[in-house]
C-alpha cells in the first residue's frame, strides 16, 4: 500500500466528522448517567462551576479514531501495534474514571495501581514493537538531535522505552487540566507526527491523520467552556499514542522536544513535592502543574491554553528543522 499525505487527510476528515456525531450523542447520554467532573476543593476557584460537566469524553475521541482508522488498517503491524496502544491506556484511564465516578471522589486507581497497569501494557507494546520485522534493529538506535548521531542503546532500549511511555502517558494526563489545552497541544504535536510518519512513508500515516481529526473534532465541544472533559479515558489514550508513535518513528527524543509542554508539566509537579518535602511545607509554585500555577497569577485560561499551543506550534517547527537538519 502506498502511504501518501492524501490518506492522512481522508482519515482526518473521517475522524472529525465522526466526532462531530458521536459528541452530540454522548454528552446527554453522560448527563444522564450523572458522569459528572469532581472538581478539586484546593483548585482555582474558578474551577468551582465546571463540577458535573460531563467526564469520559475521551470515549468520543477512541471511537471515532477507531472508525476512521479501521479503513486503512489492513496488514499492517505496525498500525494495529499503534492503535493497541492507543486503546489499552484509554481503557486503563476509562477504569480510573469510573471508580472516581462511583466513589464520587476525585481518586480512582492508586498511584502505585496506575504505573503498574501502565508499565505491564508498556511491557506488553515494547514485546510486540520488538516482533515486527526490523533486521537492522532501528527500534532500538537512538538518533541524538542537533550532533547527528546515533546510539544503538542494544538492552538497555527496553527500560528507557518503557519509562519513556509511562512518563509521556503521565504527562499528557497532567497536561489535561484547563479547557482544550491537553486536547489541543496533542493536536498540534499529532499533525507533526503526520507531516513526519508522511516524510519517511511510515505505514502509521493514516492513523496520525485520524488522530488529529479526532482531537479537532473534539475541540469543538472542549475549548473554554467546555461541555465535555475527556477524562482519564482520553488523556491516557492520548499520551499512549504520542509516546507509541514517536517510538515506532524512531523519533522519541524529538517528542520531548516537540512535547516540551507535558514535560514542563510533569517537572512542575515534581518540583512541587521535593520542594515542599525539603522547605517542610512551602511551596515552589502557586500550584502544580504549571498551567495552574498562571492561573493562581491572575491569567485567564484562554490566555494559558493559547500561549501552550503557540509554544507547541513553534517547538514542532523546530522539531521539523531538526529532523532536516540531522
Given amino acids: 500500500m502506498d502511504y501518501d499525505l492524501r490518506m492522512a487527510i481522508i482519515a482526518l476528515l473521517i475522524a472529525f466528522f465522526a466526532n462531530l456525531l458521536i459528541c452530540p450523542v454522548l454528552i446527554p447520554f453522560l448527563h444522564k448517567l450523572k458522569f459528572g467532573q469532581n472538581i478539586r476543593s484546593d483548585g482555582p476557584q474558578t474551577h468551582l462551576k465546571k463540577a458535573g460537566t460531563p467526564t469520559m469524553g475521551g470515549l468520543a475521541i477512541l471511537v471515532s479514531f477507531l472508525i476512521s482508522t479501521i479503513f486503512f488498517l489492513g496488514d499492517n503491524p505496525e498500525a494495529i501495534l499503534l492503535i493497541s496502544a492507543t486503546i489499552g491506556f484509554?481503557?486503563?484511564?476509562?477504569?480510573?474514571?469510573?471508580?472516581?465516578?462511583?466513589?464520587?471522589?476525585?481518586?480512582?486507581?492508586?498511584?502505585?495501581?496506575?504505573?503498574?497497569?501502565?508499565?505491564?501494557?508498556?511491557?506488553?507494546?515494547?514485546?510486540?514493537?520488538?516482533?515486527?520485522?526490523?533486521?537492522?534493529?532501528?527500534?532500538?538506535?537512538?538518533?541524538?538531535?542537533?550532533?547527528?548521531?546515533?546510539?544503538?542503546?542494544?538492552?538497555?532500549?527496553?527500560?528507557?522505552?518503557?519509562?519513556?511511555?509511562?512518563?509521556?502517558?503521565?504527562?499528557?494526563?497532567?497536561?489535561?487540566?484547563?479547557?482544550?489545552?491537553?486536547?489541543?497541544?496533542?493536536?498540534?504535536?499529532?499533525?507533526?507526527?503526520?507531516?513526519?510518519?508522511?516524510?519517511?512513508?511510515?505505514?502509521?500515516?493514516?492513523?496520525?491523520?485520524?488522530?488529529?481529526?479526532?482531537?479537532?473534532?473534539?475541540?469543538?465541544?472542549?475549548?473554554?467552556?467546555?461541555?465535555?472533559f475527556m477524562g482519564d479515558t482520553g488523556s491516557l489514550a492520548l499520551g499512549g499514542f504520542v509516546a507509541a508513535a514517536a517510538l515506532i518513528l524512531r523519533m522519541p527524543l524529538l517528542l520531548v522536544i516537540v512535547g516540551f509542554i507535558y514535560v514542563v508539566e510533569v517537572l512542575s509537579v515534581t518540583i512541587q513535592v521535593f520542594y515542599f518535602k525539603a522547605t517542610g511545607g512551602k511551596r515552589f509554585f502557586e500550584m502544580a502543574p504549571l498551567h495552574h500555577h498562571y492561573e493562581k497569577k491572575g491569567v485567564s485560561e484562554t490566555k494559558i491554553v493559547i500561549v501552550f499551543y503557540i509554544i507547541t506550534t513553534i517547538l514542532c517547527l523546530v522539531g521539523y528543522l531538526i529532523s532536516w537538519w540531522n
Fill in 90 to 228: 484509554g481503557i486503563i484511564g476509562f477504569l480510573d474514571d469510573y471508580l472516581k465516578i462511583v466513589k464520587k471522589r476525585s481518586e480512582g486507581l492508586t498511584p502505585k495501581q496506575k504505573f503498574v497497569l501502565q508499565f505491564l501494557m508498556s511491557a506488553g507494546f515494547l514485546y510486540f514493537l520488538m516482533q515486527i520485522d526490523d533486521p537492522a534493529n532501528s527500534f532500538r538506535v537512538l538518533t541524538i538531535p542537533f550532533v547527528n548521531l546515533s546510539w544503538d542503546m542494544g538492552i538497555l532500549f527496553y527500560p528507557f522505552a518503557a519509562v519513556f511511555m509511562v512518563g509521556f502517558v503521565n504527562a499528557v494526563n497532567l497536561t489535561d487540566g484547563l479547557d482544550g489545552l491537553a486536547a489541543g497541544v496533542t493536536a498540534i504535536v499529532c499533525t507533526f507526527f503526520m507531516f513526519g510518519a508522511w516524510a519517511i512513508t511510515s505505514s502509521i500515516l493514516p492513523m496520525t491523520g485520524a488522530a488529529v481529526g479526532s482531537l479537532l473534532g473534539f475541540l469543538i465541544f472542549n475549548t473554554h467552556p467546555a461541555r465535555v
